[in-house]
């Protein structure tokens, strides 16, 4: 996207995931139904990091804090009311249905965006795609972002992975009501992001970074090892997904602007290594909470946290030319 524009990998990512999440609702076997969803997943891959892209380039640094926190938000918002509307839907009526109607608004989606979306008039690299991850790899700043993104990444989804799970156990609860709690994850995340991104604007995006990922590793330090009863427990756990969600928006931000000339190729790598960071977290933490229990697990966390943190620190750079930091009122 860096080379060709947003516009036609958004429109062309959307309109895939929903072609084939939409024939996924007709699959005739297990193996058919993978293979559906995994072309659906290649076609899903490109669309946040275009459009994290798209709101770097339309948004100057000032004022790009403000709107990345918008997208998280919106985002936030629609795994928090859509998988259990679709749970509802396929109880209902059939699972085919739910996914069906996921598969018709992604291509809605696609059309939408190929009718209204009219990206910024922004310089298109005539570099190589080599010559772009080669900008990135030699970036100290560009690959502290990326380092603190996976650490920060790994902490955050071991913890999500088995939020459910820890309510479960520490306080004997059904499955329903477990995942009742655990929405408060989702709503912690939804008001933080919306706070982060405008804190980052005054004093800067690094602090907001470094900052909240230790606090909320922290915070999430005392919940699994305090043994605090079940109401102060949901409120620790709504504390510290605010606080996370604070850096997501601050964190997103920061990376766009570390080699503003191959965004789109620096958000695309920043995007696989969190995918990495989930497939880690999700086997750490099980091998943890077998072995040791769920306070080996926040400990993991914690350390994670601190790592992201130290790294950001230490090697990423934001430069006070850039920032454009907003008089205080």
Same mark, same amino acid.
């Given at each position: 996207s860096d080379r060709f524009g947003r516009k036609r990998f958004l429109v062309t990512g959307s309109l895939i995931m929903g072609l084939f999440t939409l024939l996924s609702a007709f699959a005739t076997s297990f193996g058919v139904l993978v293979a559906m969803r995994s072309i659906a997943g290649l076609g899903g891959s490109v669309i946040f990091p275009n459009t994290t892209a798209t709101v770097g380039d339309n948004f100057s640094y000032r004022d790009r804090g403000s709107a990345m926190g918008t997208v998280i938000g919106l985002n936030t918002m629609a795994g928090v009311i859509g998988v259990p509307l679709a749970g509802v839907l396929a109880e209902a009526t059939s699972w085919r249905v739910s996914v069906g109607l996921v598969g018709v608004l992604s291509i809605a989606a696609a059309l939408l965006l190929l009718w209204k979306l009219r990206p910024a008039q922004t310089h298109l690299s005539e570099s190589a795609i080599r010559d772009m991850y080669r900008s990135i790899v030699t970036n100290r700043s560009a690959l502290g972002a990326i380092g603190s993104s996976f650490l920060g990444a790994l902490y955050w989804f071991t913890w999500a992975t088995y939020i459910v799970v820890f309510f479960e156990n520490m306080f004997r609860l059904s499955e329903g009501v477990a995942s009742i709690l655990a929405l408060t994850q989702g709503l912690g995340v939804l008001?933080?992001?919306?706070?982060?991104? %405008?804190?980052?604007? %005054?004093?800067?995006?690094?602090?907001?970074?470094?900052?909240?990922?230790?606090?909320?590793?922290?915070? *999430?330090?005392?919940?699994? +090892?305090?043994?605090?009863? *079940?109401?102060?427990?949901?409120?620790? +756990?709504?504390?510290?997904?605010?606080?996370?969600?604070? %850096?997501?928006?601050? +964190? !997103? !931000?920061?990376?766009? #602007?570390?080699?503003? #000339?191959? %965004?789109?190729?620096?958000?695309?790598?920043?995007?696989?290594?969190?995918s990495a960071s989930i497939v880690v977290g999700a086997a750490v933490g099980g091998l943890l909470i077998d072995g040791s229990g769920f306070w080996a697990l926040g400990a993991f966390c914690f350390v994670s946290a601190l790592l992201a943190a130290l790294v950001v620190w230490i090697f990423v750079r934001e430069e006070p030319i850039d920032l454009e930091i907003a008089p205080a009122v």
């Amino acid at each position: 996207s860096d080379r060709f524009g947003r516009k036609r990998f958004l429109v062309t990512g959307s309109l895939i995931m929903g072609l084939f999440t939409l024939l996924s609702a007709f699959a005739t076997s297990f193996g058919v139904l993978v293979a559906m969803r995994s072309i659906a997943g290649l076609g899903g891959s490109v669309i946040f990091p275009n459009t994290t892209a798209t709101v770097g380039d339309n948004f100057s640094y000032r004022d790009r804090g403000s709107a990345m926190g918008t997208v998280i938000g919106l985002n936030t918002m629609a795994g928090v009311i859509g998988v259990p509307l679709a749970g509802v839907l396929a109880e209902a009526t059939s699972w085919r249905v739910s996914v069906g109607l996921v598969g018709v608004l992604s291509i809605a989606a696609a059309l939408l965006l190929l009718w209204k979306l009219r990206p910024a008039q922004t310089h298109l690299s005539e570099s190589a795609i080599r010559d772009m991850y080669r900008s990135i790899v030699t970036n100290r700043s560009a690959l502290g972002a990326i380092g603190s993104s996976f650490l920060g990444a790994l902490y955050w989804f071991t913890w999500a992975t088995y939020i459910v799970v820890f309510f479960e156990n520490m306080f004997r609860l059904s499955e329903g009501v477990a995942s009742i709690l655990a929405l408060t994850q989702g709503l912690g995340v939804l008001l933080g992001s919306q706070l982060g991104g %405008r804190l980052g604007a %005054r004093i800067g995006h690094k602090p907001i970074v470094a900052g909240s990922v230790l606090l909320s590793g922290t915070l *999430l330090l005392l919940q699994t +090892n305090l043994g605090l009863p *079940l109401p102060a427990t949901a409120v620790l +756990n709504l504390l510290l997904s605010a606080v996370i969600g604070a %850096r997501f928006a601050s +964190n !997103t !931000t920061l990376l766009t #602007e570390q080699v503003p #000339e191959a %965004r789109g190729t620096l958000l695309a790598v920043s995007a696989s290594v969190t995918s990495a960071s989930i497939v880690v977290g999700a086997a750490v933490g099980g091998l943890l909470i077998d072995g040791s229990g769920f306070w080996a697990l926040g400990a993991f966390c914690f350390v994670s946290a601190l790592l992201a943190a130290l790294v950001v620190w230490i090697f990423v750079r934001e430069e006070p030319i850039d920032l454009e930091i907003a008089p205080a009122v």
